[in-house]
């Protein structure tokens, strides 16, 4: 077995490939495989470099724009118990393996180890400076630190494959593509210890180009962070970490990043169009931070009607008394005129890549005050949110209704698509029968997590405080759907005694009180906690 299997992603890249190839093949450790991924170069990558370099691995994918899904196909193929990562832009120096390796042997309970680098920067050839501050690194329990601050530089980072067995591989969501290392490197640090090593083992490119990866505006790459913070609760939820990080850390930590996105939007005019919308991302300070969005949108005026106009040939859809504020929530394509459509930034979409959404957001992290908003819609993205989330973001709409305010909901009618499943004998129908339940999972948020029809939407809005329901039935390509209406009237219900009511919503769920279904229940209210109900949202 060899005792290091080096992955190197590529596109487009073959004479920076080659450079990046021969700094492996010098390296003083010798006891080495080279696995060489390319995701679908367009260049001449495939022809030339099996000739010049035959007895190195070299598999072709088809193209994703994912690092991650190209690591993770050169991962599956390592037959190493020591896994390095190099990006095919940057270099190795000669003993870079061999001091890594020495620590791994050294210390049986490292999970990862890692190092400075040099940085070139665009137009220079040779390296100018390290890439790290002197006291950027740490070693040991570093999750804390690393929460802080990402200092594990990829092509520096050497892993146990035995880690990534227990942790689990680099994340393949398109949301996390400008960090899906990141994530990687936090669940690490759950579980093991790490060492960074300060000498300068590798020459980091920093030049902007054709990869991968390609351009990652700003704003997204604040919503990524937010987003792995998020998973990494999760993580920590199902998993019993070697270091104690309280919630409190990591709420710290989502409050900072949520003011960096914030900030990110503001100084963006592409991705504003009225106060109100602003107001949307603001969960922190919502006053605060809405004034500072009034004072840049004020200064901006001009600019910002024109970016919005440019984006999507729409009229302003600010509120006013003789106007309501609606929200269309998961727009995708679709724009509806007069409402605020939102929706995760196209870069997250596979399939959808033409959003016409006005704002950019995860719909889980929106936020608007109490009592502001007329309508709320929602086509075919309710059942894409979990059990525990779908109930928190019930009430969170609640609050943010006027009185008199509705709530719309279209989802597969689960109850009427089985039935048309049972009925049908044909395969083909069987599985768009299927695929329309349960989604199409083309990334990880295109995947249906929960099932709704017309009694189960009655029994959950209902208790919530939803009123005046009305249902209407659809079909769609053979297969139905069920849409919702439901009314915020009198009298209107608290949100503790909303919070009160969902154990028992959830318990609907068990299937009989054995321990193990009321420690499934106990982890339901704990993910309904964890995901946390408005305190502003009456």
Same mark, same amino acid.
């Given at each position: 077995?060899?005792?290091?299997?080096?992955?190197?992603? /590529?596109?487009?890249?073959?004479?920076?490939?080659?450079?990046?190839?021969?700094?492996?093949?010098?390296?003083?450790?010798?006891?080495?495989?080279?696995?060489?991924?390319d995701?679908?170069?367009?260049?001449d990558?495939?022809?030339?470099?099996?000739?010049?370099?035959?007895?190195?691995?070299?598999?072709?994918?088809?193209?994703?724009?994912?690092?991650?899904?190209?690591?993770?196909?050169?991962?599956?193929?390592?037959?190493?118990e020591?896994?390095?990562?190099?990006?095919?832009?940057?270099?190795?120096?000669?003993?870079?393996?061999?001091?890594q390796?020495?620590?791994f042997?050294?210390?049986?309970?490292?999970?990862?180890?890692?190092?400075?680098?040099?940085?070139?920067?665009?137009?220079?050839?040779?390296?100018?400076?390290?890439?790290?501050?002197?006291?950027q690194?740490?070693?040991? $329990?570093? $999750?804390?630190?690393?929460?802080?601050?990402?200092?594990?530089?990829?092509? /520096?980072?050497?892993?146990?494959r035995?880690?990534?067995?227990?942790?689990? $591989?680099?994340?393949?969501?398109?949301?996390?593509?400008?960090?899906?290392?990141?994530?990687?490197?936090?669940?690490?640090a759950?579980?093991?210890?790490?060492?960074? $090593?300060?000498?300068? !083992?590798?020459?980091?490119?920093?030049?902007?180009?054709?990869?991968?990866?390609?351009?990652?505006?700003?704003?997204q790459?604040?919503?990524?962070?937010?987003?792995?913070?998020n998973?990494?609760?999760?993580?920590?939820?199902?998993?019993?970490?070697?270091?104690?990080?309280?919630?409190?850390?990591?709420?710290?930590?989502?409050?900072?990043?949520?003011?960096?996105?914030?900030?990110?939007?503001?100084?963006?005019?592409?991705?504003?169009?009225?106060f109100?919308?602003?107001? /949307?991302?603001?969960?922190?300070?919502?006053?605060?931070?809405?004034?500072?969005?009034?004072?840049?949108?004020?200064?901006?005026?001009?600019?910002?009607?024109?970016?919005?106009?440019?984006?999507?040939?729409?009229?302003s859809?600010?509120?006013?008394?003789?106007?309501?504020?609606?929200?269309?929530?998961?727009?995708?394509?679709?724009?509806?005129?007069?409402?605020?459509?939102?929706?995760?930034?196209?870069?997250?979409?596979?399939?959808?890549?033409?959003?016409?959404?006005?704002?950019?957001?995860?719909?889980?992290? !929106?936020?608007?005050?109490?009592?502001?908003?007329?309508?709320?819609?929602?086509?075919?993205?309710?059942?894409?949110?979990?059990?525990?989330?779908?109930?928190?973001?019930?009430?969170?709409?609640?609050?943010?209704?006027?009185?008199?305010?509705?709530?719309?909901?279209?989802?597969p009618?689960f109850?009427?698509?089985?039935?048309?499943?049972?009925?049908?004998?044909?395969?083909?129908?069987?599985?768009?029968? !299927?695929?329309?339940?349960f989604?199409?999972?083309?990334?990880?948020?295109?995947?249906?997590?929960?099932?709704?029809?017309?009694?189960?939407?009655?029994?959950?809005?209902?208790?919530?405080?939803?009123?005046?329901?009305?249902?209407?039935?659809?079909?769609?390509?053979?297969?139905?759907?069920?849409?919702?209406?439901?009314?915020?009237?009198?009298?209107?219900?608290?949100?503790?005694e909303?919070?009160?009511?969902?154990?028992?919503?959830?318990?609907?769920?068990?299937?009989?009180?054995?321990?193990?279904?009321?420690?499934?229940?106990? /982890?339901?209210?704990?993910?309904?906690?964890?995901?946390g109900?408005r305190?502003?949202?009456?």
């Amino acid at each position: 077995m060899a005792c290091v299997s080096v992955i190197i992603p /590529t596109f487009n890249r073959f004479p920076l490939l080659c450079r990046a190839v021969d700094s492996v093949l010098n390296q003083t450790h010798g006891d080495v495989e080279i696995i060489v991924i390319d995701d679908g170069s367009t260049d001449d990558t495939p022809i030339l470099f099996p000739r010049q370099f035959s007895s190195i691995r070299y598999v072709k994918v088809e193209h994703s724009g994912l690092p991650a899904v190209a690591r993770n196909a050169g991962i599956r193929l390592a037959k190493g118990e020591l896994i390095a990562f190099l990006d095919s832009d940057d270099q190795w120096l000669p003993n870079k393996l061999s001091q890594q390796v020495s620590v791994f042997h050294k210390h049986p309970t490292v999970g990862l180890v890692c190092s400075n680098a040099f940085v070139v920067r665009q137009h220079d050839e040779k390296p100018s400076r390290p890439y790290l501050k002197d006291d950027q690194g740490h070693s040991g $329990l570093v $999750l804390p630190a690393l929460l802080e601050n990402n200092f594990i530089i990829t092509s /520096t980072a050497m892993v146990r494959r035995s880690t990534l067995e227990q942790v689990g $591989l680099f994340c393949e969501d398109r949301a996390l593509r400008a960090v899906e290392d990141y994530d990687l490197w936090l669940r690490v640090a759950t579980q093991s210890a790490i060492v960074y $090593l300060e000498a300068l !083992l590798a020459i980091y490119r920093d030049i902007p180009s054709v990869s991968i990866r390609g351009a990652i505006p700003v704003v997204q790459h604040w919503d990524s962070r937010l987003m792995v913070i998020n998973r990494l609760r999760r993580f920590l939820r199902r998993r019993t970490s070697t270091q104690v990080v309280t919630d409190d850390t990591l709420q710290r930590q989502e409050t900072m990043l949520r003011k960096a996105y914030t900030k990110a939007l503001l100084s963006d005019h592409r991705y504003l169009a009225t106060f109100p919308h602003v107001m /949307t991302l603001c969960a922190h300070d919502p006053l605060a931070m809405g004034k500072a969005a009034l004072r840049r949108i004020r200064k901006n005026s001009q600019q910002l009607l024109i970016g919005r106009r440019e984006r999507s040939n729409a009229p302003s859809t600010a509120s006013s008394p003789d106007k309501p504020l609606k929200l269309h929530l998961g727009c995708g394509e679709v724009y509806l005129p007069g409402y605020i459509n939102v929706d995760f930034h196209p870069s997250r979409h596979s399939v959808q890549r033409h959003s016409k959404a006005d704002i950019f957001t995860d719909l889980s992290q !929106l936020h608007y005050p109490s009592g502001t908003i007329d309508e709320i819609r929602l086509h075919h993205v309710f059942e894409h949110f979990e059990r525990p989330v779908a109930l928190r973001l019930l009430i969170d709409w609640y609050g943010w209704l006027k009185e008199g305010g509705q709530l719309m909901i279209e989802t597969p009618d689960f109850h009427r698509c089985v039935q048309e499943y049972l009925r049908t004998p044909v395969l083909g129908e069987q599985l768009k029968i !299927l695929r329309h339940l349960f989604g199409s999972h083309e990334a990880s948020w295109a995947v249906h997590y929960d099932g709704w029809y017309r009694e189960r939407f009655t029994h959950v809005l209902t208790a919530l405080g939803y009123r005046n329901l009305t249902f209407t039935a659809g079909e769609w390509q053979g297969t139905y759907n069920i849409t919702v209406i439901g009314t915020k009237g009198s009298p209107i219900v608290s949100k503790a005694e909303q919070i009160g009511r969902v154990k028992e919503i959830l318990g609907l769920s068990l299937v009989d009180e054995s321990p193990t279904e009321t420690r499934m229940l106990q /982890t339901w209210i704990e993910q309904f906690e964890t995901t946390g109900v408005r305190t502003d949202a009456a």
